[in-house]
């Protein structure tokens, strides 16, 4: 029964990825036009949710390996969960988010909303991004103290946060921003190549021994306090850049 329980842990992380995806396509884009004559475009409430469950998975994730590293459980059926979980709650529901996005950004006119389906297609490369990267790392024996390419679950909390940013933001720049579409095509093949490319990147098991890496980590880390305190969610943006920043400069600190 010990054996079992990292492994339940990894599947509330696959639950609530599914969640998330129920949220994000459970209503639609909401439009609607105004007395000049303008269309308001309004974000689904339903994609905060979606944003809430990414992050209970994110939490899954991590605890299913402490928790294995605690009991010492390790198995090959629950690496296997544990992808298996990453590609949809990391992969799948954040290309959800992508997706109503870009239905948000295409909706110039109502007939929009639902005739350019075949532009809101490119969002899933990012879960096709995903698949591949887990699969290559199942099989790839060198990844045991570093990634190769920026892990799953950043990319999905990286996405997961754009709902919240849209929600709190008061700068009209910012808001036309994610509501182009040339920002969020850009966007899902940036994310997509951070995945998949085979530039070493930092992982915590990684800093073993390696002090030339914990000053910049706690400039990171000092970046993410202060950006949170004083810009709420715009802290995980700029963390994530943050953690490619250091992994860039420091790649061969890295794999010593």
């Not at 609607?32 to 308001?40: F, L, N, P, R």
């Not at 209970?56 to 969960?81: M, N, T």
């Not at 109503?100 to 969002?123: C, V």
Request: net charge positive; glycine share 6%; aromatic share 14%.
């Amino acid at each position: 029964m010990r054996k079992q329980i990292p492994n339940f842990i990894t599947l509330l992380n696959l639950f609530f990825g599914c969640c998330a995806i129920v949220a994000s396509f459970q209503q639609g884009t909401n439009a609607s036009i105004d007395e000049a004559g303008s269309m308001i475009i309004e974000i689904p409430e339903q994609l905060y949710y979606a944003s809430f469950f990414i992050a209970l998975a994110a939490i899954a994730d991590f605890f299913d390996g402490y928790v294995a590293r605690l009991l010492k459980v390790h198995s090959e059926l629950g690496k296997q969960l544990d992808s298996l979980a990453d590609v949809v709650s990391f992969g799948v529901a954040p290309a959800a988010i992508v997706f109503q996005f870009l239905k948000l950004s295409l909706a110039n006119d109502i007939n929009a909303l639902s005739h350019n389906s075949i532009l809101l297609a490119p969002a899933f490369i990012i879960a096709m991004a995903g698949a591949y990267r887990l699969g290559r790392f199942n099989i790839d024996l060198d990844q045991k103290t570093y990634f190769k390419g920026v892990p799953i679950p950043m990319i999905g909390i990286l996405t997961a946060v754009f709902p919240l940013i849209y929600w709190q933001v008061q700068v009209p720049f910012v808001s036309q921003l994610l509501l182009s579409p040339f920002f969020w095509y850009v966007y899902i093949l940036l994310v997509s190549y951070l995945m998949v490319m085979k530039t070493p990147m930092l992982a915590l098991k990684s800093l073993s021994g390696k002090k030339k890496l914990l000053l910049p980590l706690v400039l990171v880390g000092l970046e993410v306090t202060l950006t949170a305190v004083f810009f709420k969610w715009w802290a995980v943006p700029f963390g994530f850049i943050g953690y490619c920043v250091v992994s860039l400069l420091y790649k061969k600190t890295i794999t010593q």
